[in-house]
């Protein structure tokens, strides 16, 4: 059931998905301070291998050493080349430049500098690489750019964290890492996926349509939110991953989790599927999300299981991708419409769609714009429309 009984207002004005001075205030206020899911353990399967990201603007490496993932800026303190350019790749025991060769250890410190002799007067440790904390919780690395907040456990709260241990344990396969650039503001993608609203238009073959009230459950806390899709009702043989789930030996409790930690970490559980979503903007129109999804594949070792967990991660990364290219696809129109230079006035959240609500009372909060202040800029907006008027043939 849903918790409200009534449809909501649409609380975003146009500007706030356009504007690149309130992006700025997003940025400033609810991205800077946070903490950002960059990739998973997976991405780095051997001791030494890396890779590259960038973040808000930031070229980032990450390296696994000694066990441990470390992240710094991707930029050389001798004359500042990318350290790697390459998505990802393996180092040997130290991160070494690719320009002239500086190499540095798992602090950042410079190790071992060629022609070391021609630097001289350098003392030790003078030049080492800006290192940000980097924390996991499961599988799933996290780094934050800020120094000055608290740690990922705090970011998350108990619950997330906790979650994220069991969605996403070692034993958990990797079937699908995605990274897509959207053409649209971040928060149509995050508005989009907190809604099954637009399941019966945008993903008719692949979900077919939005469940039930009955089956459906929302809860909203302060900083994230969740909604259960209580599938164990649907006829087995309406359900590929039901069946699959029987063949390998696991039974999950076949709910639909989602969840969102605000303002754009979104958390996902289909049977044996989990998956994280990060949405980060790039423009106020273009934003880029990373999905990682994974597929817990059973009870290994025997040969029947293992050839079925394979058949489960194909149909997984297909359906998945299939999922999130409908989505794709429409996001350009749901932003080209909501930047329009004139809209009809209204825009209504329903009882359905209720998870938005808090999501853009939350941007409201955190930005400081308030429901007042908002709806004055609506209207003032409206107010500054050219108007066409009809002449008589002149
Ligand atoms: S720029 Fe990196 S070693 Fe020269
Ligand atoms: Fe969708």
């Not at 969740?226 to 699959?244: E, G, Q």
Request: aromatic letters at 12%; a negative charge; charged letters at 25%.
């Amino acid at each position: 059931m849903f918790v409200n009984d009534t449809h909501m207002p649409q609380r975003l004005a146009p500007s706030l998905y356009t504007s690149a001075e309130h992006l700025e205030r997003e940025m400033e206020r609810m991205f800077q301070p946070g903490w950002h899911c960059i990739g998973a353990l997976s991405d780095l399967p051997n001791e030494g291998d890396y890779f590259t990201r960038t973040l808000f603007e930031k070229p980032l490496i990450c390296w696994k050493t000694g066990g441990e993932v470390h992240t710094f800026l991707n930029v050389c303190t001798h004359r500042f080349s990318l350290l790697r350019d390459k998505p990802c790749g393996h180092m040997g025991e130290h991160l070494k430049c690719q320009y002239h060769g500086w190499e540095y250890d798992c602090h950042g410190d410079t190790q071992k500098i060629p022609d070391a002799q021609s630097f001289k007067p350098m003392a030790k440790g003078e030049l080492g690489l800006r290192k940000f904390r980097t924390e996991t919780a499961g599988q799933l690395i996290f780094v934050t750019l800020n120094d000055t907040v608290g740690g990922l456990r705090e970011f998350l709260g108990d619950y997330l964290y906790d979650m994220c241990e069991r969605w996403f344990t070692p034993d958990h396969d990797l079937v699908c890492p995605l990274d897509i650039v959207h053409e649209c503001n971040w928060k149509v993608v995050i508005e989009n996926v907190l809604e099954g609203y637009h399941i019966g238009e945008v993903h008719p073959n692949s979900l077919g349509v939005y469940p039930d009230e009955k089956c459906c459950s929302h809860e909203f806390h302060e900083f994230w939110d969740l909604y259960i899709d209580d599938y164990s009702t649907v006829p087995m043989n309406a359900r590929p991953d039901r069946i699959m789930s029987k063949l390998i030996g696991y039974e999950p409790d076949y709910k639909w989790k989602h969840l969102l930690r605000y303002p754009n970490v979104v958390f996902g559980q289909m049977a044996m599927f989990t998956w994280v979503q990060m949405v980060l903007p790039v423009s106020p129109s273009e934003c880029h999300a990373m999905w990682r999804i994974f597929c817990y594949p059973g009870k290994r070792g025997r040969l029947k299981s293992r050839i079925l967990s394979k058949a489960l991660r194909f149909w997984g990364r297909r359906f998945m991708s299939k999922v999130i290219g409908e989505d794709e696809a429409v996001y350009p129109a749901v932003h080209d419409g909501i930047a329009a230079p004139m809209r009809p006035r209204g825009g209504l959240i329903s009882t359905r769609e209720e998870r938005i609500f808090p999501f853009q009372d939350y941007v409201l909060k955190m930005t400081g714009e308030d429901a007042f202040l908002t709806k004055e800029r609506d209207i003032e907006e409206e107010r500054q429309q050219p108007m066409t008027v009809a002449t008589d043939g002149d």
